[in-house]
């Protein structure tokens, strides 16, 4: 009896260390410098968009099907991009900054404005859209609801 405990316990270790090491990726492209910093993405009408923990932020236009991609490089001062969601059409990115700033790119012309300087929040940190509204939250613990339309 103990034997075939042991059996099964070896057993089971062998099957755990084979699954764990089997996951590969079918496909991967490494990133040129700057754009490795990766730290948001969502996905729109074919593309993945990242946002960039760089100074200053870049956001990333990744074909899915081929994994090449476009960059737009924001101006200095714009740093350490956060979050990113696709919402209303346009890509909205947070960041890093105080005050917190939000920025909207159109994913078609790839131009890009700061939307919106959130005086109260600083180090913007999560972006999401819900009810009509963008919703930002920062490290001091205030969240705002924004109208984007």
Known sequence: MRVKVW??????????????????????????????????????????????????????????????????ILDSGLNDGEDLIAAEGYIWVILWTNPCVIVRVDPLTMEWEVAQTLDGISQGGSLEYAFGYLWAGGRNGRIARIDIK
């Open 7 to 72: 059996l099964l316990i070896f057993l089971l270790l062998l099957s755990f260390g084979t699954e764990t090491n089997s996951a590969v990726a079918a496909d991967s492209r490494i990133l040129e410098q700057g754009d490795n910093l990766i730290h948001g993405f969502t996905y729109l009408n074919g593309y993945l968009w990242a946002s960039t923990r760089t100074s200053p932020c870049r956001i990333l236009r990744i074909d899915a099907e081929t994994l090449n991609y476009d960059k737009i």
